[in-house]
Nanobody
């Protein structure tokens, strides 16, 4: 599946953004989808994940501020980001993992820039 991340931008600290990750096809069979971010000069880190059953998990740094969701009817995953901090700045990527007997697939989107000013 091809993924297109969007919704990034420039926002002041304390503000909000909603990112979208649109898939080219159905996400019904996608086992797990996630949001990751990479700050300049740092390694990519996991921000949030959501499974096909709707179970969510978050990194400690965003817990209580970010909410991940998915709309299977629209083939889209979202990341609602509230109370943004300068340290949330980075390129945000989405991925989709699918597993079957003897095979696995992991597709990534191109990333969207989020910049939080202090």
């Amino acid at each position: 599946v091809q993924l297109q991340a969007s919704g990034g931008g420039l926002v002041q600290a304390g503000g909000s953004l909603r990112l979208s990750c649109a898939a080219s096809g159905s996400i019904d069979s996608i086992t797990r989808m996630g949001w990751h971010r990479q700050a300049l000069g740092k390694q990519r880190e996991l921000v949030a994940r959501i499974t096909s059953s709707g179970t969510t998990s978050y990194s400690d740094s965003v817990k209580g501020r970010f909410t991940v969701s998915r709309d299977n009817a629209k083939n889209t995953m979202y990341l609602q980001m509230n109370n943004l901090k300068p340290e949330d700045t980075g390129v945000y990527y989405c991925n989709a993992e699918e597993y079957g007997t003897g095979w696995a697939r992991d597709d990534w989107g191109q990333g969207t820039q989020v910049t939080v000013s202090s």
